[in-house]
């Protein structure tokens, strides 16, 4: 390899062990041809000590500047070139762990606490064999992720298809019916206070307050505590008022 920086030297040698031998080590599932999201290795990187830093600029210098070249960058992509990407995808040996583990997005946890754990459109679901392993993979994408716990043996029983991805992942393309998953509950939502009445405005200075209900009528507005007799004896001064005018 010709020179290149220390900094790019530790990063190549990094990478060629994440990509080119133990992605499931950090929890990364290689596309076909040993692709892996830029964003995807970025995560996993910054969770080391020395590669907190890491940008994508200094993968794209890598590739670049490394002779013989070591990493392939293209578009949002990237894959080692020496060594080759390896291939960890294989049938279990044996029979499946009792559990295995999944850390989910509280924004879901109410949808799989009903409905159980099903894989987005084309994707397969990432299912670790640690519970640590689990919420170091929830973290990339909640800062509080739910862990849910699979009983894997179990669901294989019943005909769901899982296989292992090196020593550390396993992945499913089926939907994990509830009846297999323990988790907590999903936090009860608490009712929303009702809103306050807004205080009428007070009548601007100047203004002059009719009483419609009174006016027409003669009467009270309805719930208004008046004398009965006051208002009777007014009713009847204004019809005396209305026939004098009326001779």
């Known amino acids: ?33 040993g692709w892996v999201q ?8 910054h969770e080391e000590p020395g590669y907190t830093r890491t940008r994508r600029e ?13 990493l392939e960058a293209t578009g949002e992509r990237v894959r080692s070139l020496n060594p080759p990407a390896p291939e960890l995808r294989r049938e279990p040996a044996g029979p499946l762990p009792s559990s295995l583990y999944l850390a989910i997005s509280p924004k879901i946890h109410s949808q799989v606490w009903e409905q159980g754990l099903k894989p987005q459109p084309g994707r397969e679901l990432i299912l670790a ?49 509830r009846e297999f998953l323990t988790l907590p509950g999903p936090p009860k939502e608490l009712p929303q206070p009702k809103a306050a009445a807004k205080p009428k405005a007070p009548p601007t200075p100047g203004t002059v307050l009719l ?19 006051a208002w009777k004896s007014g009713a009847r001064a204004l019809r005396k008022k209305q026939g004098k005018r009326g001779k």
Do not use: H, W
């Open 58 to 70: 200094d993968l794209e210098r890598l590739a670049a500047l490394a002779s013989p070249p070591v």
């Open 211 to 229: 009483d419609l209900p009174q006016m027409l009528t003669g009467k009270p507005e309805k719930g208004k505590r008046r004398d009965e007799a």
């Open 129 to 177: 064999r640690t519970p640590e392993m689990a919420r170091r993979l929830g973290k990339r994408r909640a800062n509080a992720p739910v862990l849910a716990t699979v009983a894997a043996q179990a669901a294989g029983r019943k005909g769901l298809d899982f296989q292992a991805y090196g020593e550390e992942l396993f992945l499913t393309a089926a939907a994990i019916p």
């Open 38 to 45: 830029i964003k995807q290795l970025l995560q996993a990187l």
């Open 1 to 33: 390899m010709s020179r290149l920086p220390r900094e790019l030297e530790n990063l190549a040698r990094m990478l060629a062990y994440i990509l080119g031998r133990r992605p499931d080590e950090f929890g990364l599932v290689l596309e076909a041809g």
